[in-house]
């Protein structure tokens, strides 16, 4: 019987997906068989910027040339979605000491949630650990540089974004 794939799941909001998160999958990717990007859905609670399937199709055009990577749009629990796709691993990112006490209380829900699914923690690379989605949109709008934390594909679409504002 072939081994067991290692399939791991990276999820979040991605509203859009940066640099910072491409480090993260591209780390991931070098460590796994496979490497889902988990695109949480929208609701009611939030307010993306990009829509479900906007951000779907960036986070594929960002990820292109990761071949065993491949974003998808999920709801409901992670680690539901995680057994019915036979992945065995979440990734999530540390980027400070302060991301550590929410990422703590996920991983440890998670866990209890299913004990089969273990959470790993990658650092990205120090140029991204002071970037979050929401900072990067607020200088966009302010017609700051941003051009070092996100790719062409995502800084064409925030420029189509807003100019329909
Ligand atoms: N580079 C840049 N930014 C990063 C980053 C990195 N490496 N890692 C995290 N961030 C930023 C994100 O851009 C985001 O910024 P924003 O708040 O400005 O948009 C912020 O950090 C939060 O990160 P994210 O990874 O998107 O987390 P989240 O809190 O939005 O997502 C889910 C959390 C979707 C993973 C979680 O809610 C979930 O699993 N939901 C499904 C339902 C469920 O199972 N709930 C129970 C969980 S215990």
Known sequence: MADKLNIAI????????T???LDIISRASKLFDEVIVGISQSSSSKN??????????????????LI????IVF???LVDYAVKNNVNVIIRGLRAFS????EFQMALMNRKLNTDITTIFLMPHEK???ISSSIVKEVFSL?????????????????QKYEKK
């Open 128 to 130: 991204y650990t002071h």
């Open 10 to 17: 990276y999820p979040g909001s991605f509203d859009p997906l």
């Open 19 to 21: 640099n910072g998160h």
């Open 68 to 71: 065993n990577v491949k974003p």
């Open 48 to 65: 993306y910027l990009f829509s479900d399937d906007e951000r779907l199709k960036l986070a594929k055009k960002c990820t292109k040339k």
């Open 143 to 159: 017609k700051g540089d941003i051009s070092d934390y996100v790719s062409d594909e995502v800084l064409e679409a925030l420029n």
């Open 99 to 102: 991301d550590f006490e929410s």
């Open 75 to 77: 709801d409901g629990l």
